[in-house]
C-alpha cells in the first residue's frame, strides 16, 4: 500500500536522506492514511540529532528542542522533523525525566502510545514499518496499546483519555487487556494538567462515535475523577418520561447533538443539576454547574458563556405552534443564533429519551421554519432595530446622555416586540414623550 505522502514531506524527507540520515513518516498520519482519511498532521522521524536537522535546512525553529522536534520551514510552510527517541522513566507521570535519542526506528516506534499509532513509512523505498501488528489492529479495528497497558498508563495517564479519543473519532474497539487495566489505573489522571484533559475530553466530544467513548470513560472509572457530577447521574432518574438514567439520558443526547463543540457539552450537561432537583430550576443549576466543571477544566471564557447559556435556556417552550409574538419574544431574548441552537439542542434532548424520529425531525424544522420566517420580515428584535436611536430622543426629548435613554429605548423595545406596526419614527417619538410625561408625573 502506497501512501500519498505530500510533496513538501516528501521533499524534507529526500533532503534529510541525501544528507545521509534516515527519515520516515510516522504516526497519526500513516493511520488515516491506510484508514482512507485525510490525515491532520505529518510527522517526520529522522536519526538526524536536532542540531544536524538545524544544520540540514536553511530556516529552523527549535519549537520542542528538549523533545528533539525542530520546525524547518519549506517553501514557506513549516514541517515537523523529530529525531527518534526511546523515553527515559516517567517519575512525574506527565513526561519522560529524559530522553534518549536513537537511530533505531524501532526504539522510536515502541515509545508511542497505541499500535495503530506506532506505524512508520519510508518514502524512499515505499514500505511500511510496522513492528506492533499495528496493520492488523487497523484492519480489526483495535486500539491496543504498544507493550502492556498498565506500564504505559502509568508511564502517561494522559493516554488512557487519548484513547477515548480515538475510540470515539475513529469508532474502533478497545483491546480487552487495554480496556481491562483503565479502572485500576483511573485514578491517575489527577496527575494531568486540566489543559490537556481539556483538550482530549474536546476531541472525543467531536467523534462520530462518542457514546462509546463515553461508555468507556465510566467504565473504565476515568469520569469519576474528571466529571463526577455526570457520572453520579449513573444511580438517578431524569424523570418520569425518561427511559435511561441521568448519565445514560446525558450521554445519548452529547451523542446525538450535531458535532458542534459548544452544542455537545451543553447536551453532555443540560442535566447536571437534576441531582439537585427535578423541577424546572434544574436548567439554571446545571448552567452554574457546567460553568464551574468547564471553569475547572480551564475552558476559555466564550466556550463556558456559550455552553451555559444553551443550558440555562434549554427548557425553553416555544414550539411550531407558537404565536408570532411570543416567537419575536423568544428570539429577541435569547438572540438569532443562540435559539438555532437551541433547536439543535433540544432534538438531542428528545433523542436522548428515546423519542419518536419523525417527531423530532418535525419539531425542529417546524420550528426553525417559523423563526426564518419572522427573521425575512425584518421585525426589529433588538434595540439596534428599532426606527430612532438615542441621539434621536436626545434630540426630540431635549435629553442629556445617561441611563434615562438607554431605559426608554428598552421600553420601546418592549413595546415593538409587542406590536411590530408600531416601530415608526414618528410613533416611537411620541411613545416616547408620553413616557417621559408620565415619568415627571410620578415625580421622576
Ligand atoms: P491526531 O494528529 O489526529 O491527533 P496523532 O496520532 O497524529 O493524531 P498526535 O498527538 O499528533 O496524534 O501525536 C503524534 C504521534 O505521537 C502519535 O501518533 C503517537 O505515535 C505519538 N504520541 C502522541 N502522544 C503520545 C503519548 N502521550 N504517548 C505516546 N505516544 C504519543
Ligand atoms: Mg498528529
Known sequence: MQIAVPPLIARACEILSDAGFQAYVVGGAIRDSLLGLEPTDWDIATDARPEQVEAVFERAIPTGKEFGTITVILEGNPVEITTMRRDGPYSDGRRPDYIILTDRLKEDLSRR??????????????????????????????????????????????????????????????????????????????????????????????????????????????????????????????????????????????HYAPPVLELRWAALLHDVGKLETLKRDHARISAQWAEDILRRLHGSNSLIHKVSTLIAHHMFSVHPHSSDREIRRFLAAVGTQTAFELVKLRQADMAGMNADPRMIIDFGQSLEARFKELLTQKQALGIRDLAVDGHDLMHALDLNPGPLVGEILRRLLEQVLEDPSLNQREQLLELARSYQASLLQNGK
Open 113 to 254: 502510545d497505541f499500535t495503530v499509532n506506532a506505524l512508520a513509512y519510508d518514502p524512499q523505498t515505499k514500505r511500511i514499518i510496522d513492528p506492533f501488528q499495528g496493520r492488523w489492529h487497523l484492519r480489526r479495528r483495535i486500539l491496543a496499546t504498544v507493550g502492556d497497558p498498565e506500564d504505559r498508563f502509568r508511564e502517561d495517564p494522559l493516554r488512557m483519555l487519548r484513547l477515548v479519543r480515538f475510540q470515539s473519532t475513529l469508532g474502533f474497539k478497545i483491546d480487552k487487556k487495554t480496556r481491562l487495566s483503565l479502572p485500576g489505573l483511573a485514578r491517575l489522571i489527577a496527575k494531568v494538567s486540566p489543559e490537556r484533559i481539556l483538550s482530549e475530553l474536546n476531541r472525543t466530544l467531536l467523534g462520530r462515535e462518542l457514546f462509546q467513548g463515553l461508555q468507556t470513560l465510566f467504565t473504565g472509572g476515568l469520569m469519576e475523577h474528571i466529571l463526577p457530577e455526570l457520572s453520579a447521574g449513573h444511580t438517578v432518574s431524569p424523570g418520569p418520561s425518561h427511559p435511561y438514567d441521568l448519565l445514560g439520558h446525558a450521554m445519548a443526547a452529547a
